[in-house]
């Protein structure tokens, strides 16, 4: 299926196709949260040191043999001694200039969560591996898969040019989404028309989870988080206490034996 039309779906179900925006619109700012390739700098020269296709196919084979979260994290901090601060830095720098079409107050919002993908994840990668931590639980099986799409991605994206960011976006995401099993985009993360990615009861809710399954190399078959059933928009979580509230009180009138 083209990416296009995945888009279009997208923007039917938040309800922003008609809508106009200044700048770059509302598909661009899903392809840019959905596709890893969207919006690239293809003239952009690679910095510092880069990552062959080689080195990243043996992480992703020891990554698929990790046994437990914990091994998998170790694998992960040894693939990130290649890169340091500034390569997290023109990791952002890259993604800014990708949204910077966007509408300014949209664009700030979802640049702060980048942010948070980025800068934030590598903070707890490094302090969860000098604490000793991790867990011995195995990570969920979907890492297999995970990790063969990471190698043919990285090996796609070497045709044109060093894969060198895309394959670090993709250690980050993989830190989040299997040791810490959270979604590949923070919650609070905005899609065009209003819905973010939420948590509600111990589950994480995706308002495109479902839509975006078939663009090539996306994060989101892989991603923890569920389709909602409903919208995400940042009011729903009071609407939904208020709904739990009164459920409550129907059931304890309904159940009360006094």
Not at 54 to 64: N, P, S, W
Not at 146 to 167: Q, S
Not at 190 to 214: H, M, N, S, T
């Amino acid at each position: 299926m083209q990416l296009e039309t995945i888009l279009n779906r997208i923007l039917r179900l938040i309800g922003r196709e008609d809508r106009e925006t200044s700048g770059a619109g509302p598909g661009d700012a899903c392809s840019f949260i959905i596709d890893p390739f969207s919006g690239d700098d293809e003239g952009e020269a690679g910095d510092g040191q880069s990552v062959s296709v080689a080195a990243i196919r043996r992480a992703c084979r020891r990554m698929q043999e990790a046994a437990t979260k914990k091994d998998l994290l170790y694998v992960i901090v040894d693939e990130m001694k290649v890169f340091d601060l500034h390569d997290l830095e023109v990791m952002n720098a890259r993604f800014e200039r990708k949204v910077a079409g966007l509408p300014e107050d949209y664009r700030d919002r979802l640049l702060e969560s980048v942010r948070e993908e980025i800068f934030g994840a590598h903070h707890r990668l490094v302090l969860l591996s000098r604490n000793g931590g991790g867990s011995d639980d195995p990570p969920d099986p979907a890492l297999g898969a995970y990790c063969a799409m990471v190698a043919e991605a990285c090996t796609e994206k070497a045709r044109e040019k060093d894969p060198k960011y895309l394959y670090l976006k993709y250690l980050l995401s993989g830190f989040t989404m299997f040791v810490m099993d959270e979604p590949a985009h923070p919650v609070g993360t905005p899609f065009p028309g209003g819905q973010i990615v939420d948590e509600w009861e111990g589950a994480y809710l995706c308002p495109v989870r479902d839509k975006a399954d078939d663009v090539a190399f996306a994060l989101c078959p892989y991603c923890p988080a569920v389709q909602s059933t409903e919208p995400t928009f940042p009011e729903m979580r009071a609407r939904r206490h208020e709904r739990r509230r009164r459920e409550s009180l129907a059931n304890y009138w309904t159940n009360y034996k006094g």
